[in-house]
């Protein structure tokens, strides 16, 4: 795996949490964007190398209103970027970790993803994603 591509934040309300988090790291959102199939709306912000992503709920059976209710707002996941996800999950999958998404969907800011479960990952929801070819 490559670097931390991005941070994922699960947060109740997302116009309160843009304002925040762009007062926080001194810098505007870049991106918008909803991702139906998912129930979530997120907004990335770009950190030097690395991105913030905040995840709101669009609808109440949306997998971050059920984390959000479990656990509250917080850090929701940490995704790696990776070369080649075909492959990476290929490897994962041997190496015995379970994955949520054994093929890559498509996820937001133009990626391939694929989670896996945190039962495998000591409670850490990790995302492996590469970038779509443009
Ligand atoms: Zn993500």
Request: glycine share 6%; aromatic share 6%; net charge negative.
């Amino acid at each position: 795996m490559k670097n931390i591509e991005h941070i994922g934040i699960a947060v109740k309300d997302m116009s309160v949490s843009e304002e925040l988090f762009s007062k926080l790291l001194n810098v505007n959102s870049y991106k918008t964007e909803k991702v139906e199939s998912e129930g979530v709306e997120t907004v990335f912000f770009q950190t030097g190398e690395t991105k913030v992503e905040l995840l709101a709920a669009t609808r109440s059976d949306s997998p971050i209103a059920k984390f959000i209710e479990k656990k509250g707002e917080g850090i929701h996941h940490i995704a790696f970027e990776v070369a080649d996800i075909d492959a990476e999950i290929e490897r994962l999958e041997k190496e015995g970790f379970k994955l949520i998404n054994t093929q890559p969907k498509d996820g937001a800011d133009n990626k391939r993803i694929a989670f896996l479960h945190p039962k495998s990952t000591n409670g850490v929801l990790i995302e492996i994603c590469q970038e779509k070819a443009k």
